[in-house]
C-alpha cells in the first residue's frame, strides 16, 4: 500500500477511473456486436441504421471520456461504416 496521501488518492482514483473505461469500452463492443450480429441475420435496413447510430454514439462517448484514443474510435466507426454500407448496398442489389 501506497505510504503517501497522494499516492493512496491516485489509487483511489485510478481505481474508479478503470471501472469506467472498462463500461465504457464493454458498452462500446457491445453495440458493435448487436450491429455485426444483425448483418449476419440479415436485418432490415432500418434496424441495421438504428444500432449503427447506437454503436457511434457508444463509440465517441468512450472517446470523449478517454477510454480509448480518438483515432482508435475514428477507425472503429469507419471500418463499422464499412461493413454497414456493404450489406446495404448488397441488400438494394437484391443478393
Same mark, same amino acid.
Given at each position: /500500500?501506497?505510504?503517501? /496521501? $497522494? @499516492?493512496? +488518492? ?6 474508479? %477511473?478503470?471501472?469506467?473505461?472498462? @463500461?465504457?469500452?464493454? $458498452?462500446?463492443?457491445? &453495440?458493435?456486436?448487436?450491429?455485426? *450480429? *444483425?448483418? *449476419? #441475420? +440479415? +436485418? $432490415?435496413?432500418?434496424?441495421? /441504421?438504428?444500432?449503427? %447510430?447506437?454503436? #457511434? $454514439? @457508444?463509440?465517441? +462517448?468512450?472517446? &470523449? !471520456?478517454? *477510454?480509448?484514443?480518438?483515432? #482508435?474510435? !475514428? =477507425?472503429?466507426? !469507419? =471500418?463499422?461504416?464499412? &461493413?454497414? &454500407? ?6 438494394? #442489389?437484391?443478393?
Amino acid at each position: /500500500m501506497p505510504n503517501k /496521501m $497522494s @499516492a493512496e +488518492k491516485r489509487v483511489r482514483v485510478s481505481e474508479k %477511473r478503470r471501472v469506467l473505461n472498462k @463500461a465504457y469500452k464493454t $458498452s462500446m463492443k457491445n &453495440k458493435i456486436k448487436a450491429v455485426l *450480429a *444483425a448483418i *449476419a #441475420q +440479415k +436485418k $432490415s435496413a432500418e434496424e441495421i /441504421m438504428e444500432l449503427f %447510430r447506437k454503436a #457511434q $454514439s @457508444a463509440i465517441d +462517448k468512450a472517446a &470523449k !471520456s478517454g *477510454a480509448i484514443h480518438k483515432n #482508435q474510435a !475514428s =477507425r472503429r466507426k !469507419s =471500418r463499422l461504416a464499412v &461493413k454497414v &454500407k456493404a450489406y446495404l448496398g448488397a441488400e438494394k #442489389q437484391g443478393v
